[in-house]
């Protein structure tokens, strides 16, 4: 210890790695750090990663088809210890096919082609939840609005949806379903339509915290904060709008934790059986999704100032 503080000694990493055939890092694929449910993800892995010893490298695959082999096997060929993925492609079966034996956990949607831990939401039930407590307000015109249509977690959450109609006896319209691209500005679009329909909707269920926003955006430009919404996921100026936003609630921080822990299972020799978690979601209550029906929106702004805080159910 005193040659190596006299010298200034650094251990080559890359040399350590080669000789131990892995290194004390992990490789993260995720589609995006911009959106905020992935950036907690991610923030999530580093740290519980950094209390076990471990670093992380992070790449975006940008839910790219064919970026997602090409930056988990580049990540993979640095000699990572272990893979977190949020599964983009159709067909993971390369990760068994290329790197056999190395450590995979996949978060937020399931692997194709391949048995590894997987940490999931229930995306069903959340929201069954948060249709049907629309249901419960006296909605019976509810709008799913948010997509893509071939995406794994949209088509849980429609599911959901879908449910919660059925077993409340209400109709599956097709006019109600706006599979539409996630960005805010395609959503908004669609808002007017649902709304000229000629039985229109009184109430919108949105897949996502972009599908929220858009939403939100075209119903304050349209005065018509009178119309009821849940949305699926939260983001940070929810409590702050008028009305405050209900909102299906995941709690990335935990889903970040949980696939880290696992991953340092599988790397410590761990031999279970793969395994599939599926967390809870938590309905936040706030004020949007408890507008009736036949509330004009005089009786908006007093129903929205009841809700100081957020109500979990």
Same mark, same amino acid.
């Given at each position: 210890m005193d040659a190596i503080t006299r010298l200034g000694y650094r251990p080559n990493l890359v040399a350590r790695s080669l000789r131990l055939g892995r290194d004390n890092t992990l490789g993260i694929a995720v589609t995006s750090i911009t959106d905020p449910f992935f950036a907690e993800v991610v923030s999530a892995i580093e740290e519980t990663a950094r209390g076990h010893g471990f670093s992380a490298i992070i790449s975006c695959t940008g839910e790219s088809d064919g970026a997602e082999e090409t930056i988990v096997s580049g990540l993979l060929n640095r000699q990572v210890a272990g893979m977190i993925v949020v599964p983009t492609g159709a067909d993971q079966s390369y990760l068994a096919r290329k790197y056999a034996g190395v450590?995979?956990?996949?978060?937020?949607?399931? $692997?194709?082609? %391949?048995?590894?831990?997987? *940490?999931?939401?229930?995306?069903?039930?959340g929201a069954f939840l948060g249709t049907n407590w629309l249901v419960l307000h006296g909605h019976r015109r509810i709008a799913f609005v948010g997509g893509p249509k071939d995406k794994f977690t949209i088509d849980r959450r429609r599911l959901g949806y879908s449910r919660?109609?059925?077993?409340?006896?209400?109709?599956?319209?097709p006019e109600l379903l706006a599979d539409v691209a996630i960005l805010p500005a395609e959503v908004s679009a669609v808002i007017p339509s649902l709304l000229a329909l000629s039985e229109p909707i009184t109430a919108i269920f949105t897949s996502n915290s972009k599908a929220s926003l858009g939403a939100i955006d075209a119903l304050h430009r349209l005065g018509r904060t009178d119309v009821a919404m849940v949305g699926f996921d939260d983001f940070p100026t929810a409590a702050s709008l008028v009305p405050p936003i209900t909102v299906v609630s995941q709690d $990335?921080?935990? %889903?970040?934790?949980?696939? *880290?822990e696992l991953l340092l299972h599988r790397i410590a020799g761990e031999h279970e059986t793969p395994g599939r978690m599926l967390l809870p979601t938590n309905l936040v209550v706030r004020g949007s999704g408890e507008l009736r029906p036949s509330q004009g929106k005089a009786r908006v702004s007093q129903t929205s100032t009841k809700h100081k805080s957020d109500l979990v159910v």
């Open positions: 450590p995979v956990v996949c978060v937020d949607r399931p $692997p194709v082609g %391949i048995e590894c831990d997987t *940490v999931l939401v229930d995306n069903e039930g919660a109609l059925r077993e409340a006896g209400i109709a599956l319209d $990335p921080f935990h %889903i970040g934790r949980e696939a *880290v």
